[in-house]
């Protein structure tokens, strides 16, 4: 089975465009979730959905956008691109409710904003 | 709110040697907590869990105990390898329920390398 998939891998974007990441979670899996870990850092939350709906936000600007859709899968949209917001974001998928299962990541996408 | 920290790092060992990675939490109630590895370019692999008190852990050689009175999680392992070099994080969540249920908060992260 796949794990969890997330495109592009890699993408470089100017200050001030914006930018769409996509995530696959394992078949069955309903959750997805994503984080945001900065060089040097541990992984921060940004977005958790579950059946389709946003169940949990970070603290972070209304800059960042997410949606699940039917197929579970889901988009991370970064409007008016800062270079603070370079960074790998990473995708995780859980079969049921959040906190009762465990939680598999994709190997992220790195974005780098020049 | 939640909170993880974890020992300054990095931390190099010479292979076969002893190794523990200090993780205290700071959370109300009962969170689950959990060590990831995170390897060169890769995403994060669960390396084993814990949700409730006295719980261990264990994977691969890895343990870790849930330690309710002193809010710990600390990993261990008897005999490192050069293959256990990459970066550990410990993490926890709440359990369903709550508005913030099944949020992970990790620590910092701690850099292991392992020399033949």
């Given amino acids: 089975d796949a794990g969890v998939t997330q ?6 974007k100017t200050r001030g465009q914006q930018v769409t990441l996509r995530c696959s ?6 959750s997805v979730s994503w984080y945001q870990q900065v060089l040097g850092q541990g992984p921060q939350f940004i977005f958790q959905y579950y059946e389709k709906e946003e169940r949990g936000r970070g603290n972070f600007p209304d800059r960042f956008s997410a949606r699940q859709f039917p197929n579970y899968s889901s988009e991370l949209n970064v409007n008016a691109l800062l270079l603070g917001d370079s960074a790998l974001y990473l995708c995780a998928s859980s079969f049921g409710p959040p906190g009762n299962y465990g ?12 | 709110g939640d909170s993880v920290t974890q020992m300054e790092g990095p931390v190099t060992l010479s292979e076969e040697a002893f190794l523990t990675i200090n993780c205290t939490y700071t959370a109300t109630g009962y969170p689950s907590l959990f060590w990831y590895v995170q390897y060169p370019g890769e995403g994060l692999q669960l390396l084993l869990k814990a949700t409730k008190a006295d719980d261990k852990g264990s994977n691969k050689g890895f343990e870790a105990t849930y330690r ?31 508005t913030s249920y099944g949020k992970l908060t990790f620590g910092q992260g701690t850099i292991l390398t392992v020399h033949p």
Avoid: M, N, W
């Fill in chain 1, 103 to 114: 939680y598999t990541f994709g190997s992220g996408t790195r974005l780098t904003v020049v």
């Fill in chain 1, 25 to 30: 979670p394992i078949s069955g899996h309903k």
């Fill in chain 2, 68 to 98: 309710k009175e002193t809010t710990s999680f600390h990993l261990e392992k008897g005999s490192v390898q050069v293959s256990d070099s990459a970066v550990y994080f410990c993490a926890l969540s709440r359990p369903a329920g709550g």
């Fill in chain 1, 7 to 12: 495109s592009p891998t890699h993408l470089i």
